[in-house]
């Protein structure tokens, strides 16, 4: 019941709630005026917290992107903490039985078991669907965690995958070797020319269409999951999500994007009609190269339920520490790729007019054969460079043992500058030949970008630079 009363000084609201406890209902009445709002505040909350005995998540839509890597995920609970704190605890007891076989019902959003869910997983997943712009997220204990979730969810006996031929080596891998054991087929073609797509009814503006062969012959009856990486590691090929979105969704094909090398700061696949996207949590959504981890964002329940079942099954799940320091790292990524990219930019300009350079791929270089889709579909060229000296593998390994601010290391996406060898360490597992059809050539360098001062970066490759 509520009734509203009004005189010349204030609006009073009278207002009676009934609240259960013990089986019992008790009236309260309040009174509600400005003076009495902060003490109404704590009524309700004191009673919401007895009767759901859970968290009040701030509604955080309408948030800007920064505030939202604040906010997102976070909770409050019954010691009003300000950070998610660490359930770091193998499983959860009930009140009763009722409410045990409740939980294991899904009648209750109750804990049951931390491979199954645990509130500080939760809040990372919920904070990367909200980033994201998805249903749920699933988190897991590696990048490839996330991968597989997608794959075993999507994939098996008799099924076809489309994929681009320049994807994280292990993405590519475990197809050709693992799934292939299961009875799956695979494709992997040249993406990054979505204008293959045409033949199939659509157009595409962005991108170049010389060659359609492959993708003409990528997609069949049996097609399962179109797999994107964009930009692609290593060689910084973008894909036109849009387009191939499309095409798929025209088949009734699912499309899955790996997000890595963007974060959701700088690109949205869910919002350019992606159904899934992943991202390896290890490189820029942590970005602090201290933990391993994935996360799966889908656009609808179906895919999320059919994804987190995988993950289940798979025992992939998180652990609560792990998630605990993402959540952490995940507040400073907007700070961290601005940073990052500001360098990035520099740095790419660097080596494009450097003499000993043969060619360099970024997205925010004009000489990029993608440079005006990458302005449409990313909001910023992002911190990933791939480059080749003109004195190819032999002078690349001079450069790499000769840098010395950055770290001749795999990973990417941390506070650091890391360089590595892709033919020889990430991909090094796929046979040459394949490698070269995918644009990774022996001699291709690639350098992740970190937020150390610029004038130390440039002058870290300059130096390195000058033994060659």
Request: proline share 3%; with cysteine.
């Amino acid at each position: 019941m509520l009734r509203i009363c009004i005189n010349e000084n204030r609006i009073l609201l009278v207002l009676k709630l009934s609240v259960k406890l013990n089986h019992t209902f008790i009236d309260c009445f309040f009174i509600y005026s400005k003076e009495l709002q902060s003490f109404l505040y704590q009524i309700l909350l004191y009673f919401w917290r007895i009767k759901f005995n859970t968290e009040i998540i701030m509604d955080t839509k309408d948030l800007g992107f920064n505030s939202k890597l604040i906010h997102s995920g976070e909770f409050h609970d019954q010691y009003g903490s300000a950070t998610v704190p660490i359930y770091q605890t193998s499983t959860f007891s009930f009140k009763s039985a009722d409410e045990g076989a409740a939980c294991f019902a899904g009648e209750s959003n109750g804990f049951i078991y931390t491979r199954l869910g645990n509130p500080t997983i939760g809040a990372f997943e919920s904070a990367m669907a909200d980033l994201e712009s998805g249903y749920k997220g699933v988190a897991t204990a590696s990048g490839m965690g996330a991968v597989t979730a997608v794959y075993f969810a999507l994939l098996g006996a008799g099924k076809h995958i489309v994929s681009h031929n320049a994807v994280y080596g292990p993405s590519r891998m475990v197809i050709e070797t693992t799934f292939k054991k299961f009875g799956t087929e695979s494709t992997f073609v040249d993406a990054t020319d979505a204008k293959t797509f045409k033949k199939f009814g659509t157009e595409s503006t962005f991108v170049d269409a010389t060659d359609a062969k492959n993708v003409l012959e990528a997609i069949q009856k049996n097609t399962a999951l179109i797999y994107l990486e964009t930009p692609a590691n290593p060689t910084m090929g973008i894909m036109d999500i849009k387009a191939i979105v499309k095409i798929a969704h025209e088949r009734n094909i699912p499309v899955c994007v790996d997000n890595t090398f963007c974060s959701p700061y700088l690109q949205k696949p869910l919002d350019l009609g992606a159904d899934i996207v992943l991202h390896s949590i290890t490189k820029f959504i942590n970005g602090h190269a201290d933990i391993v981890g994935g996360v799966v964002v889908t656009k609808t329940k179906q895919y999320y339920t059919e994804i987190r079942g995988a993950m289940i099954n798979m025992g992939s799940n998180m652990d609560p520490h792990q998630a605990y320091l993402v959540i952490r790292g995940l507040k400073t990524l907007g700070i961290r790729m601005e940073r990052a990219q500001f360098n990035a930019i520099k740095v790419a300009d660097y080596l494009e007019k450097h003499p000993k350079i043969a060619w360099v791929k970024y997205p925010g270089l004009k000489s990029h054969p993608q440079y005006e889709l990458a302005k449409v579909q990313m909001s910023g060229p992002g911190s990933m460079i791939s480059f080749e000296l003109k004195g190819g593998i032999t002078a690349g390994k001079i450069l790499m043992d000769n840098v010395k601010l950055a770290l001749l290391a795999v990973s990417l996406g941390g506070v650091e500058t890391l360089i590595q060898h892709p033919a020889s360490m990430t991909h090094s597992k796929i046979p040459k030949e394949a490698r070269e059809k995918a644009h990774i050539t022996d001699g291709l360098v690639r350098y992740s970008v970190g937020i150390e001062d610029v004038k130390d970066i440039i002058a870290d490759l300059d130096q390195a630079l000058a033994m060659i």
